[in-house]
């Protein structure tokens, strides 16, 4: 494990080398002070000098004696910047839909900066207006947008442009002519079937919300299970209207499980989205009910995974959708486009992965 002093180096280096690449610190500039750096990143002089230490060995400072240390010429490769347009959804500060969906958009953008990309964040009102967005894509080099941005005016407007568009986030692909990754939400599905299958066969309920990536999901588990010869017509399905109860999900989904909890004995669960099951199992292990005991719970999202862990440890068991590997995927196609096209539409498929936990396949082996 690296030592905390090494991690503040490598932090010190990073913000330090992001502010030059960002033109923020141009050369010819003198760098602050190892004093003057240590005061602002709140550690030792001595921390502060191994960074700029590493800073010159990659060549994008350089010390004189005895006068300081100065921002260097970057690498032709490293000057030439490439611009790229991200637009994302604007998400409320909630630590449940900043792990699940905000880790997305800080990875692209990340990944934009570590390749020396100058990043432009746009807003949805931009796509609307046609003028206003070509006006802006003509200092553009490229364009990375959320599915959430797509609709039928923001789609036709895109259409004109001359840059490469990536649209990322999906769950099924679009019938555009627009770059596109998606999460292929089958392979995780159909892992967690299979391991269902090859167990005592459990009646099963699901619990899903009314927004069309809920569909999907519920929709590619409905057809795992008919491949595996279960009739579908015995399913019990429950839908939360999350389009009426969206300020108030996580009680709507927890007033919901007190509702359901006399009916999930013995029953396998799958929720799209972990949220739901968050809420619900709060209320199901209020009625004394154990997740994995008393029932089993199949969970779509993985935010565990991702930094948010309500119950102090993973727990719950779902079907992972990768979303730093998404944005990392979609912010690499749009540089190769950029870089080089071959007037193709590419659409890529990102595979989900089954996760287990406690909540459900728990004595499984894997």
């Not at 595996?228 to 009426?244: A, I, N």
């Not at 359901?260 to 669960?269: A, H, T």
């Amino acid at each position: 494990m690296r030592s905390n002093r090494t991690n503040l180096t490598e932090t010190i280096r990073d913000a330090l080398e992001e502010m030059i690449l960002r033109g923020e610190l141009q050369a010819g500039e003198l760098l602050a002070s190892n004093a003057e750096l240590a005061a602002k990143f709140h550690v030792s002089t001595l921390t502060a000098d191994r960074a700029v230490r590493l800073l010159v060995k990659d060549g994008l400072v350089y010390r004189k004696q005895g006068v300081g240390t100065y921002i260097a010429e970057l690498p032709q490769r490293m000057a030439k910047k490439i611009r790229i347009g991200v637009a994302d959804s604007k998400f409320p500060e909630n630590r449940l839909f900043d792990s699940s969906m905000g880790i997305r958009t800080r990875s692209s953008v990340q990944y934009l900066y570590d390749h020396h990309c100058n990043v432009k964040l746009l807003d949805y009102e931009t796509f609307t207006n046609r003028k206003k967005l070509i006006s802006v894509c003509r200092e553009l080099d490229g364009l990375l947008i959320s599915m959430a941005f797509i609709d039928p005016q923001t789609a036709a407007n895109l259409r004109g442009l001359s840059i490469p568009v990536v649209v990322t986030n999906l769950e099924e692909s679009l019938n555009l002519p627009f770059h596109q990754v998606v999460f292929d939400n089958y392979s995780g599905m159909r892992e967690a079937v299979e391991v269902w299958n090859g167990r005592q066969r459990k009646e099963i309920m699901i619990i899903h919300a009314s927004h069309k990536n809920s569909l999907l999901r519920k929709k590619a588990f409905e057809e795992n299970l008919a491949e595996f010869g279960y009739d579908c017509s015995r399913l019990e399905t429950v839908c939360l209207d999350t389009e009426r109860e969206s300020r108030n999900i996580e009680i709507s989904c927890y007033r919901l499980a007190k509702e359901l909890s006399s009916r999930i004995r013995d029953k396998f669960i799958f929720s799209t989205s972990d949220v739901i099951s968050f809420s619900m199992l709060e209320a199901f292990h209020e009625k004394g009910l154990e997740s994995g005991k008393d029932f089993e719970l199949l969970s779509y999202d993985n935010l565990e995974g991702y930094n948010y862990i309500p119950f102090g440890k993973p727990f719950l068991t779902t079907v992972d959708a990768p979303r730093i590997r998404l944005a990392e995927r979609a912010a690499e196609l749009l540089l190769q486009q950029i870089e080089k096209s071959a007037g193709e539409t590419h659409i890529i498929r990102i595979p989900t992965r089954l996760v287990i936990r406690k909540t459900a396949f728990a004595d499984e082996k894997r």
